[in-house]
């Protein structure tokens, strides 16, 4: 094998002007599929981290209310009419068993209960329609980091608090140590304290949230004792669905995940990685065909040497690793200056670029693609290899 090394990076010296130019193609390759990956990878976790910034990973509700029909009797046909039923606020039967169960599964980080409904804030004479969500603050900032999204007062739930949304504070004009009323229908009002103001970062949710302790909500929406709504997170937040799966058949209640509730996203993030995966098929192909090519005319320009050393006693299974290993070493050091040249770009993006989001660099993206890069010389490599491999010595020599 040391023949081969010796052989495979002669014929590299040899041919200087061609390898720098199949390397410099590699490279910005490379470059680009490390770039690009990088990239939308950054992206699609930035996109995520927003989306989930604001609500739980999976939403554990009661199951829908249905009509019951009573089967008719034995050889009548029996024709229905039926309205879908109308959906009441009410609460999760036996909630505190089914919390405490979902706190031993091993794919859940955090369970929180909470009760919420509608209801109307008033201050004066401007009125604002808004949905009242009772939490236990200890479980709730594990679900979601209220107390960071805090932009006045603190986050103090609990004897006549509240926490209310800064575009809700706007529309009514008030602010932290301010009185405000809330009309819950059945459940009657309640004049409550603003005691913090948070900011989520969505409008609609900054509009209508008003955050209290789950026993004042309870007690303005009728709903004693109940828990409405159970907020869960789970460790792998692609496998959001298979965990509301198994908490659906587990409990028997109805399980929603993220990736249920925003189909829109997951298939803008599935579009995105089909993208980037076409982009770095193409450049692969771009790159193996460079090599192949180059390999080729190094085979034709180098017939009279091939013919000397297979003369000289070099066997085609010798003659074909040379070959094979100068489109490994191509590959390999194009992949090394194009995974550095594209983690270099990421540098400057995060640094110098417009600050929009946060490209993570992952040591496994460098790795995987000099291991592409390399199969990918290699492969290229084959067919030049074995006509070299092939030629006979003597009419090498004589063609030469």
């Known amino acids: ?22 390397l410099v193609g590699i490279a910005v390759g490379v470059a680009v599929i490390v770039f690009l990956t990088a990239l939308i990878t950054g992206l699609q976790y930035n996109i995520i981290d927003r989306t989930l910034g604001t609500q739980a990973h999976i939403r554990v509700l009661p199951p829908d209310e249905v ?8 050889g009548v046909v029996q024709l229905i009419l039926e309205t879908p039923r109308a959906q009441r606020l009410r609460s999760i039967n036996n909630w505190q068993q089914v919390r405490d169960a979902l706190d031993l599964l091993p794919d859940v980080t955090a369970v929180s209960p909470v009760v919420s409904g509608p209801a109307l804030a008033r201050r004066g004479e401007a009125v604002e329609s808004v949905a009242l969500v009772g939490i236990d603050v200890a479980r709730y900032t594990r679900i979601l980091p209220l107390r960071d999204d805090i932009i006045a007062g603190q986050l103090r739930v609990g004897a006549g608090d509240a926490v209310i949304g800064s575009q809700l504070a706007h529309d009514l004009g008030v602010g932290v140590g301010d009185k405000l009323r809330l009309d819950a229908g059945q459940g009657g009002g309640s004049v409550v304290n603003i005691a913090g103001i948070f900011e989520l970062g969505v409008r609609e949710l900054d509009a209508r949230y008003v955050y209290l ?9 009728d709903l004693p004792g109940a828990a409405t709504v159970i907020d869960v997170t789970v460790r792998d937040i692609f496998a959001a669905d298979t965990v509301a799966a198994r908490i659906a058949r587990l409990t028997g209640l109805k399980a929603e995940s993220w990736i249920e509730t925003n189909g829109q996203l997951m298939n803008a993030l599935k579009s995105q990685s089909l993208s980037t995966q076409m982009i770095s098929f193409f450049v692969a192909v771009s790159v193996a065909l460079g090599i192949a090519s180059v390999l080729f005319v190094s085979v034709i ?40 040249s594209g983690y270099g770009m990421v540098w400057l993006f995060n640094n110098l670029g417009p600050g929009l989001f946060y490209i993570p660099l992952n040591p496994i993206l460098l790795l995987a693609a000099s291991v592409l890069a390399t199969l990918t010389g290699i492969i290229s490599a084959a067919i030049p290899a074995r006509r070299a491999a092939r030629m006979d010595p003597v009419q090498a020599i004589r063609n030469a």
């Open 213 to 221: 302790d789950m026993k004042q909500t309870q007690s303005l929406l």
């Open 67 to 74: 009509n019951r029909v009573f089967p008719p009797s034995a």
């Open 1 to 22: 094998m040391w023949i081969e090394w010796t052989l495979a990076v002669r014929f590299l010296r040899e041919g200087r002007i061609q390898s720098a130019l199949i």
């Open 301 to 340: 320009q180098r017939t009279r040497e091939v013919g000397i050393l297979r003369a000289m006693g070099i066997t085609r299974r010798q003659m074909l690793w040379v070959f094979l290993i100068q489109g490994g070493l191509f590959g390999l050091a194009g992949s090394l200056i194009g995974g550095l």
